[in-house]
């Protein structure tokens, strides 16, 4: 059996100046940080032990989200888990957290995610707006661990990402009789990407065996695959016997010159490979995928000639992608 640390990405997420930098250094290199730099964006890594096993966990410290923010694609869909950060002196940050996890929410079309409410600057507690009582029963409301903490005397700063960790864990791996309800898990899911379509996405389940999936999606505007009228691109899915312990089987049935598709229609995607989780739906592989057409990566290739492409001759690439989208992605 492989001794190799299982991995792991949180993204730290909360308004302006609660604290989110200050937690995740004091965690990873022990020490406080007291001045106020607003951040773009840093990673962190550290090992966490948990029931015997080491998780090597990449902790991202995003920049402050506000009610205008858009949140990332990367923030959201490649998450295994999410710290939602608030000042326990300040309520707007706390009204915030609500904002940011609906965010989440939307854009992976889950009704729940792996996360954790952290109440920070508790020192502060003679300013406290946010009572203790208001971040339990928040958290009681989303069935999520709370804890609050201070980052300037570390206190309960660990604890955040133990019972993260131990939250992801029992999302990754729920008791042997819900695996068994793996069907209705399937038809919740088909019954919400019928109600409620993403833009662009259409996926349309077979009578005779609801485990396939007939997908169209739209090439976006203003992307490669757009073309002079937009590209209509068809897909298969799969879920297999362990879905969704395994992610789904995707490939694109249309022809289309893409570096990260290959001549057989396979993706290369991370949600379809190492960074699946049991808590990642349908609706999101596929918003993932109509991403994917937004933003070719030529330096993660599965088409090595188009990527080549790609990279020497940018214009000419996407010229490229236009003409078999013009070929292939039209009345199909």
Not at 115 to 138: A, F, Y
Not at 268 to 284: E, G, N
């Amino acid at each position: 059996m492989s001794n190799q640390a299982k991995a792991r990405r949180i993204a730290v997420l909360g308004t302006r100046a609660v604290g989110k930098s200050s937690l995740v250094i004091q965690f990873c290199e022990n020490h406080f940080v007291d001045s106020y730099y607003p951040t773009i964006e840093n990673t962190f890594t550290k090992t966490i032990k948990y029931r015997g096993l080491e998780y090597k966990v990449e902790i991202m410290d995003t920049a402050g989200q506000d009610e205008y923010s858009i949140l990332s694609s990367h923030h959201a869909s490649s998450m295994n888990g999410y710290v939602l950060v608030y000042s326990i002196s300040s309520k707007s940050s706390f009204d915030m957290i609500k904002i940011i996890r609906d965010k989440i929410l939307d854009f992976t079309g889950l009704e729940t995610v792996p996360c954790v409410i952290v109440g920070n600057k508790s020192d502060l507690n003679i300013q406290r707006q946010v009572t203790t009582q208001e971040g339990l029963d928040l958290a009681q409301s989303w069935n999520c661990p709370f804890v609050e903490t201070s980052a300037k005397h570390d206190e309960n700063v660990s604890k955040i990402f133990d019972s993260l960790i131990a939250t992801i864990e029992k999302a990754n791996n729920p008791p042997p009789e819900e695996k068994g309800g793996c069907v209705c898990i399937i038809i919740k899911e088909t019954e919400r990407l019928l109600a409620d379509p993403a833009p662009g996405i259409s996926a349309t389940p077979h009578e005779e065996n609801l485990r396939y999936f007939d997908v169209i999606i739209a090439g976006p505007d203003q992307s490669p695959f757009e073309g002079k009228a937009r590209g209509i691109f068809h897909l298969e899915l799969f879920l297999p016997e362990d879905y969704p312990m395994g992610p789904p089987k995707v490939r694109f049935l249309t022809k289309i010159y893409h570096p990260n598709i290959d001549k057989l229609g396979r993706i290369c995607l991370d949600i379809l490979k190492d960074k699946w989780s049991p808590a990642l739906q349908i609706r999101t592989v596929l918003l993932s995928i109509q991403a994917l057409l937004s933003a070719p990566n030529p330096d993660d290739p599965l088409a090595n000639d188009v990527a080549s492409h790609w990279k020497e001759d940018e214009k000419g690439a996407i010229e490229q992608a236009h003409q078999w989208t013009r070929m292939y992605a039209h009345n199909n």
